[in-house]
């Protein structure tokens, strides 16, 4: 089997809210797509093999600079690896449908992950790829979620009333990398793909499409490593976890 990933790194970052793209934001010495990069490709399923392809979705202004920065990557890490850097969309989903029109042939197997989960760590990639590998079509990493969650209805200004709680037993918080055989992937992107122009209507992961599609997706154990970077204490957490980890 031949596996591709996906790494998207073309979003603004707006919640982050620095002055450049998140995904090229530095931490613990290198950019955050850097170090998703080389997770993705330090990872060896069981049967030996690792990601063959390497697709970037980089925001437009920043194609030279993260095609620069991944070759650098791609060098180090040794192996024969094809890397793609292209332009993304408007929302994460249209990032990966752009991504995934690079995808050569004889890939079946695609990850899709995120660079803003930079510290995902190779054995998480591997897990995925080994449930994909063991004949299922679409999986994703989940950690059981510690809050409670109520579902509530829309408010009157002071506050919104609970409807109900949700019995968290049954509920997990998805990460990336997901994995996906390519076909059910591609025939996901290509039924959803008239909501994805629109933050409100696109989905916000692939395992969403693949639902929606009708296909079954597999949760495997996930890792709090895997954590995503999205607000400024994000970043400070990822900071500090990586200097204390580094001791
Ligand atoms: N992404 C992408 N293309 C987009 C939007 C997002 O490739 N049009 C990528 C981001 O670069 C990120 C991942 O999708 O790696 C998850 O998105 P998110 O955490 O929301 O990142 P941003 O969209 O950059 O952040 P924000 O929503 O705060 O602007
Ligand atoms: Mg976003």
Redesign the pocket.
């Known amino acids: 089997m031949t596996i591709a990933a996906v790494?998207?790194?073309?979003?603004?970052?707006?919640?982050?809210g620095l002055d450049v793209?998140?995904?090229v934001v530095a931490v613990a010495g290198a950019p955050?797509?850097v170090h998703?990069a080389r997770a993705l490709l330090a990872a060896r399923a069981s049967d030996g093999s690792g990601v063959a392809q390497l697709v970037v979705?980089?925001p437009a202004a920043l194609l030279d600079e993260v095609a620069a920065l991944l070759g650098e990557v791609v060098d180090a890490a040794a192996t024969d690896v094809r890397l793609d850097v292209v332009g993304?969309?408007?929302?994460?989903q249209?990032?990966?449908a752009a991504g995934l029109a690079e995808l050569v042939d004889d890939v079946d197997v695609v990850l899709v992950h995120?660079?803003?989960?930079p510290f995902a760590p190779p054995e998480l990639v591997a897990r995925v790829v080994d449930a994909v590998h063991a004949g299922h079509a679409a999986v994703v990493p989940g950690l059981p979620v510690v809050d409670t969650v109520k579902r509530v209805a829309a408010g009157d200004g002071t506050g919104r009333p609970v409807v109900t709680t949700v019995p968290r037993a049954d509920l997990v918080a998805v990460q990336t990398p997901q994995g996906f055989d390519r076909a059910v992937l591609e025939r996901a992107h290509a039924v959803g793909s008239g909501l994805g122009a629109h933050?409100a209507t696109a989905a916000s992961d692939d395992a969403g499409l693949v639902e929606a599609a009708g296909v079954t997706v597999w949760v495997v154990p996930g890792d709090e490593r895997a954590a995503?970077?999205?607000t400024a204490r994000d970043l400070h957490v990822a900071q500090a976890l990586r200097t204390t980890e580094a001791r």
Do not use: F, H, N, Q
């Open positions: 790494l998207t790194a073309a979003g603004s970052g707006t919640r982050l793209p998140k995904a955050l797509v998703a979705t980089a993304g969309g408007r929302t994460r249209e990032s990966v995120d660079a803003a989960r933050e995503k970077v999205t």
